[in-house]
């Protein structure tokens, strides 16, 4: 089964330390794609990255990096130099390919993390 | 940039009531979205729809119907509120070609 797993339940770090949040996947799908949200405490949850399967190349925007390695079956989430405004719970999720062609979303736990001036 | 908007933030209601969870996006976006979300256990999907009068069941629809009238709104039914249908609702929205979905504010409520 199609599967997400963030080990980490909450972080809790100072203000400008890097952090990095964990994501395992599990899928039978050869092609998929992977996601993080982050969901403030406005509730609200916010798109920040897609990976598509077939591109493992990393990805850097800003403070935020992600590393995608197929061989672990792993997306992980760094931010570095964190702030309070990176203060929410981060979610990772997997799409699943259901019948009639659609998709959907699996979702991970989420991980808290809080930074603390 | 895409809005999807839910009619309430926080909503109580008592056992036994008839619950609507109104959802509306703005963006033409043919599917649409119903999750829960619960502590320690991330969001799952409740029900979708992937066009206007179409619905298909998610993970945990029971307890659970939905209604989509029009493109741009899709509303989710508790029939008869229980104490375990207490949580965070979040309505989404995904455009044809898209495959990240577009989330709204949530609404959170509790059943006493």
């Known amino acids: 089964a199609q599967k997400v797993t963030q080990a980490q339940t909450e972080i809790s770090v100072v203000e400008k330390e890097d952090v990095t949040l964990d994501c395992v996947y599990e899928t039978r799908d050869t092609t998929y794609y992977l996601f993080w949200y982050k969901q403030p405490p406005s509730g609200e949850l916010v798109f920040l990255i897609r990976r598509n399967s077939f591109d493992e190349q990393n990805e850097i925007s800003g403070r935020y990096s992600w590393n995608f390695q197929k061989s672990t079956s792993s997306f992980n989430f760094t931010i570095t130099a964190s702030q309070v405004v990176d203060s929410a719970v981060y979610f990772c999720a997997l799409s699943e390919a259901i019948s009639g062609g659609y998709n959907k979303l699996i979702f991970g736990a989420g991980t808290r993390l809080a930074v603390h001036p | 940039d895409v809005k999807v908007t839910q009619s309430s933030r926080y909503l109580v209601k008592r056992t036994g009531e008839k619950v609507f969870l109104e959802c509306v996006q703005d963006?033409?976006?043919?599917?649409m979205f119903w999750y829960r979300q619960d502590p320690g256990l991330g969001l799952r999907l409740i029900y979708f729809?992937?066009?206007?009068?179409?619905?298909e069941k998610g993970d945990i629809p029971e307890g659970y119907s939905v209604s989509r009238e029009k493109k741009e709104r899709f509303s989710l039914i508790l029939e008869s509120a229980s104490t375990n249908q207490t949580s965070m609702y979040l309505c989404?929205?995904?455009?044809?070609?898209?495959?990240?979905?577009?989330f709204g504010p949530g609404t959170r409520l509790t059943v006493t």
């Open positions: 729809s992937y066009d206007v009068k179409m619905k």
């Open positions: 989404a929205s995904r455009g044809p070609k898209g495959v990240e979905q577009y």
């Open positions: 963006m033409d976006h043919e599917n």
